[in-house]
């Protein structure tokens, strides 16, 4: 099981309408197949930090792991989220696999989605503050 953790806030400028329509998406997103479990919501982190909503999902495994950052519907998905974002930290991953190269390889499966698809990649460079781990 891999179970990635990921903290965002939304941008000054996006409306109640806007935020509403990301987080049913993101909501979407986590009921692809690929996805055994999810929650989307509310932060309750320290307000400091400046994020102010959370998703966690969990994947079976590397294959679904993959499944999931290709899914017609995540991608879809991202080009109406990633916009919105002020601020994201794509968390630290928990895992049971006992491979010891699990982080490189799920490294690799985002780095291959940003050389497959530019405009991902342009949308995701757009995002003010970006953190990894």
Do not use: C
């Amino acid at each position: 099981m891999i179970v990635q953790f990921m903290r965002f806030a939304f941008r000054e400028e996006s409306t109640e309408k806007q935020k509403a329509r990301a987080l049913e998406l993101i909501r979407r997103t986590a009921k692809v197949e690929s996805v055994a479990y999810s929650t989307v919501g509310r932060l309750l982190g320290d307000p400091a930090e400046g994020y102010t909503h959370g998703y966690s999902f969990g994947l079976a495994d590397l294959d679904a792991f993959e499944r999931y950052m290709y899914d017609p519907v995540h991608l879809a998905g991202d080009t109406e989220i990633l916009p919105h974002y002020a601020k994201l930290h794509v968390g630290v991953a928990v895992t049971d696999d006992p491979d010891p190269d699990l982080g490189a390889k799920i490294s690799a499966v985002y780095e291959g989605k940003l050389a497959r698809y530019p405009e991902w990649e342009r949308l995701m460079t757009a995002i003010p503050e970006v953190r990894f781990g």
